[in-house]
């Protein structure tokens, strides 16, 4: 009876253990913030909001929801300050009502460690007037040190390229942080700014100051193409639109050089929808996209998706997580979809390709890399794609840091590399003052196919 009873003791502690490992985790729940909840009479100088949780986080991501005048004004981006505390910095006016949620039913991305997201908790509260308003209106002003760290701190923790260059980031602001901190103005702050981040080398850093665009970094690009040349060598050659060339060689082989994928020309690119629908008969086709440096890439993605079936991954990319082991994401794939409200065509297609591609249109190379039977003749492209995301660093600057690391499909990283086509051309300035060795490369391809 008492090896029985024992028996059962354990079977008995065995069964609740399972029961307990089959649960599912409690979900999170915000049990502290600052401000509270319902605050009235908040110190407009309060720089920064805390929201503490009941248990250990996954510190991958967050979800801060809110939007409008209702919503405080970020300052740089929000951060995990330990296990169960994210921080938020902000610039509050004075007298004025404020909103937000941490998670909302769409948006749940602060989870537990187990990966339950929390419980949505709204916080609402209202700041003070008074002597306090001209506190407001003056904290982060001018405030170049403490917008000199929020800069470092973006650095460290969201600038996806980082470590690509294997600069002395810790070298650079002890060398410009003098100067940084001088500066009588945000224009003046942030041209310094832009001269440290110049180190960089990378195109998709950039600062705004005053309503003004301020570059950290210029490309030099030896073209490889002559648009004066082209006009004498392709057959009918015309400007369509302010981004769409289009011509049509004897033999019928049809020809599309599309210069941008900007949003600011969505109208103008319907053209090169136009020339689709009027190559559909065509024995080949050139697009020519060697002087487009970028752009909206869902532009690029409707016309790259005239040319495929079926949908294909076409690029991945991770995004920088630097509480992460790895300090980055999870790949996540980026697929291009057929696109059936357009023409389409399925005949023999080249894609001209050279250095001056870089950012969106790059990952319109990928695009074509993935319909069947096409090539791509020119140059290695320029290798510069970040995704930026601003962070306002509180003195009246913006910096535009990458937040990706954009990769081919296969996961390897063309930062700084570039794209290379499935056929080099190398041909001398001098060469294209006269000819095109890119296009007539096109061309014997596409006859002899």
Request: with cysteine; proline share 7%; charged share 25%.
């Amino acid at each position: 009876m008492r090896r029985s009873k024992q028996t059962t003791i354990l079977f008995t502690i065995a069964l609740v253990i399972l029961s307990a490992a089959r649960a599912p985790a409690a979900p999170p729940k915000v049990v502290e913030t600052v401000p509270r909840n319902g605050d009235l009479n908040v110190d407009p100088a309060l720089q920064e909001m805390r929201f503490v949780f009941d248990q250990d986080m996954s510190r991958g991501g967050y979800s801060i929801c809110g939007g409008g005048p209702l919503f405080p004004k970020p300052v740089g981006r929000p951060r995990w300050a330990d296990k169960r505390t994210l921080v938020m910095r902000v610039r509050l006016e004075a007298d004025h009502e404020y909103q937000l949620s941490i998670n909302s039913p769409s948006y749940k991305n602060c989870r537990s460690v187990a990966g339950e997201p929390a419980v949505p908790y709204p916080v609402r509260f209202r700041t003070a007037a008074g002597q306090a308003a001209a506190q407001a209106k003056t904290a982060g002003a001018g405030n170049n040190a403490q917008a000199i760290a929020n800069l470092r701190e973006a650095i460290d923790t969201q600038y996806s390229y980082r470590d690509l260059r294997k600069l002395d980031w810790a070298g650079l602001f002890t060398r410009y942080t003098p100067a940084m901190e001088r500066a009588k103005s945000a224009q003046e702050f942030a041209q310094s700014a832009a001269e440290m981040l110049g180190h960089a080398q990378d195109m998709h850093i950039w600062l705004e100051a005053d309503g003004k665009h301020i570059p950290s970094f210029g490309r030099a690009v030896e073209r490889n193409y002559n648009r004066n040349v082209l006009e004498k060598v392709v057959p009918g050659f015309r400007k369509r639109s302010a981004a769409v060339y289009t011509g049509r060689f004897d033999d019928g082989i049809g020809y599309i050089l599309i210069d941008s994928w900007s949003r600011d020309h969505t109208e103008a690119l319907e053209q090169a929808y136009e020339a689709l629908w009027e190559f559909s008969d065509a024995p080949g086709l050139i697009v020519d996209v060697r002087p487009n440096g970028g752009g909206a890439e869902p532009l690029a993605q409707d016309f790259a998706g005239c040319f495929i079936d079926k949908p294909a991954v076409y690029a991945k990319q991770v995004y920088r997580a630097a509480d992460q082991p790895s300090g980055f994401s999870e790949p996540q794939e980026r697929v291009l979809q057929p696109n059936k409200r357009r023409p389409k065509y399925r005949g023999k297609v080249v894609v001209l390709m050279g250095p001056g591609n870089m950012s969106s249109c790059e990952a319109f190379l990928l695009m074509m890399k993935q319909v069947p039977g096409c090539k791509s003749i020119g140059a290695k492209s320029y290798g510069s794609s970040g995704n930026p995301k601003p962070t306002d660093l509180g003195n009246g600057v913006t910096v535009y840091l990458p937040s990706w690391k954009a990769l081919r499909p296969d996961g390897t990283c063309f930062e700084g590399e570039g794209l290379a086509p499935d056929f080099p051309i190398n041909a001398t300035q001098t060469e294209f003052e006269a000819a095109d060795p890119v296009l007539q490369a096109a061309l014997t391809l596409l006859r002899r196919r």
